[in-house]
């Protein structure tokens, strides 16, 4: 795994074809994997469809307005995980509203990027913090 | 087990024989162009004929002039279908017979023909990738140009009864083209055996150079040239023979039909050493393709729980080369077409790995694999929202 952009074609600035060491840790080390019981969790969402390829569950427990603790499950590809636990890691600790605010390239600038190709496997975390921040508020 | 490289993707390509590199490069230096007249030309010309002899000798045509040199199985896929666009137009029989099995540049030159008026039929498969006889009793008729059937698929390995089909078609009068991109150098292939009008063979799934490849036309079938220009090919394929190509895919397929009998073996039982060895590792996993007609080095397999691109890269992160038919690699939504016509729903699809063995491959490769697939799926479906 190559973990500089495109370093085999001499520094050639095209898209990244190749996945960042930042995506390879998050997908073989993901952060905050498992689940949480119905009492311990403030807001839960369920986003995706595993006949799609790929599928996550988003638990978040909730204090004083701040995700204390955030939890994940996921199937579907490296990409998918990867984003997944960089998400966890960016809400933790964050306001409701500043988890509201976190965008997609953020998940993707954090991981130093993704390949082309795997963009939309960004968007499934980033719709699942949003879906889980609504059920807390309800 | 010591950490290693194990390539087990020789379906997607396979590396260049040693031999076939050797000889490559020795005739680089000679850079006659065979159509010359002169000496030179003359003897580059008579090995391109040698290398032609070779390539027939392969698939058991006895004229090696229906052998048509051309850049790949791409190419002779789309010849064989553009002579069928042309034939066509002009009027009588215009129906097409495929499935819905084959590689994308059959089912886009199909498309291509069922957008220009022609009636195409994509056949059924069985829960092994088999193609349903009953149903291509039923399609084949006095309007049907041509029948294209691949005669092994390159995911799940399954082989089909080609000399079957074949009888059907001509029982019609219809003409009958196999893709035989993954069957040639690995089980035996006779053109009049199988009774075909045409064949495609690719070069570089058989240990020689990329870039080349055949199309086998028995003689008095139509053929229209998908590159019009010189008299190369008898006019068949024109450019410049590609010397260096054509010498690489002559030996590639003299050795290939030496070694034939002791690759589908040794490779047979490697194979059975990984399908025995995965699914003594890994509860619930699913072996798909048929389990007996079936290329000897091709294993296709479903991991319920996992996504393919994420066994792919767990693989490959531990130096295991395969590929997968999970729709992530593939860049669409749609997993694998191959397993979806076989029935096995969309996400045991999308957790499918092709394991495919190659003659390099060894025993330690193979129990390296198995070593290190467990864990893999263990900790992907720990993970996972999907229980299996």
């Known amino acids: 795994m190559d973990s500089e952009r495109n370093d085999e074609d001499g520094g050639y600035s095209g898209p990244i074809l190749y996945y960042t060491d930042a995506v390879i840790d998050h997908f073989t080390n993901p952060r905050n994997v498992g689940e949480m019981a119905d009492d311990e969790a403030d807001g839960y969402a369920c986003i995706g469809d595993p006949g799609c390829g790929d599928e996550m569950k988003l638990w978040i427990a909730v204090r004083d307005e701040r995700i204390e603790r955030i939890a994940f499950k996921s199937y579907g590809c490296p990409g998918a995980i990867s984003t997944s636990s960089m998400l966890t890691v960016l809400a933790e600790g964050r306001t409701l509203d500043e988890a509201l605010a976190i965008t997609d390239d953020d998940v993707v600038g954090a991981l130093g990027g993704i390949p082309e190709n795997k963009q939309h496997c960004s968007l499934l975390g980033v719709k699942a913090l949003r879906a889980a921040v609504a059920s807390a508020r309800r | ?388």
């Open chain 2, 1 to 388: 087990m010591e950490r290693r490289f194990v390539y087990m993707d020789y379906n997607a390509t396979t590396p260049l024989r040693p031999e076939v590199k050797a000889e490559m490069i020795e005739d680089l230096e000679l850079y006659a162009n065979a159509s010359s007249l002169h000496e030179a030309g003359r003897k580059a010309r008579s090995r391109i004929e040698r290398s032609r002899a070779a390539v027939a000798a392969l698939i058991g045509a006895k004229d090696p002039e229906r052998v048509v040199f051309t850049s790949g199985g791409s190419e002779s896929n789309n010849t064989v279908f553009a002579t069928m666009f042309h034939l066509g137009r002009k009027g009588g029989r215009k129906g097409i017979v495929t499935t819905k099995i084959e590689h994308p540049c059959v089912l886009n030159a199909a498309k291509w023909l069922a957008d220009e008026g022609f009636p195409v039929t994509f056949l059924d498969v069985d829960e092994y990738g088999v193609v349903d006889m009953d149903q291509l009793r039923r399609a084949v008729g006095p309007e049907t140009l041509l029948v294209s059937v691949m005669a092994a698929n390159n995911e799940i390995g399954t082989v089909q009864d080609i000399r079957a089909i074949a009888a059907i078609a001509k029982a019609a009068g219809a003409y009958m083209h196999t893709d035989a991109t993954q069957s040639v150098g690995k089980i035996p292939v006779s053109v009049d055996d199988w009774g075909v009008d045409y064949m495609t063979m690719s070069c570089h799934k058989l240990y020689g150079p990329k870039g080349i490849g055949g199309l086998y036309v028995r003689e008095g079938r139509p053929l229209e040239p998908l590159i019009r220009g010189g008299h190369q090919e008898h006019g068949f394929r024109a450019g410049t023979y590609n010397n260096q190509g054509i010498m690489g895919f002559g030996l590639a397929a003299e050795l290939a039909k030496a070694e034939l009998d002791d690759y589908v073996e040794r490779i047979g039982g490697l194979r059975r050493r990984l399908r025995d060895g995965i699914l003594a590792a890994v509860p619930k996993c699913r072996v798909n393709g048929h389990p007996e007609r079936v290329l000897p080095n091709t294993l296709n397999v479903s991991f319920p729980g996992a996504e393919g691109e994420a066994i792919l890269l767990s693989l490959d992160l531990e130096g295991i080369r395969v590929s997968t038919g999970s729709a992530c690699a593939s860049g669409s939504l749609d997993p694998s077409h191959v397993l979806m016509a076989t029935g096995v729903g969309p996400e045991l699809a999308h957790g499918s790995i092709r394991f495919s063995l190659g003659r390099d491959s060894t025993e330690e490769d193979v129990d390296y694999v198995v070593s290190r697939i467990g864990p893999i799926i263990a900790r992907l479906r720990s993970m996972s929202t999907v229980s299996y």
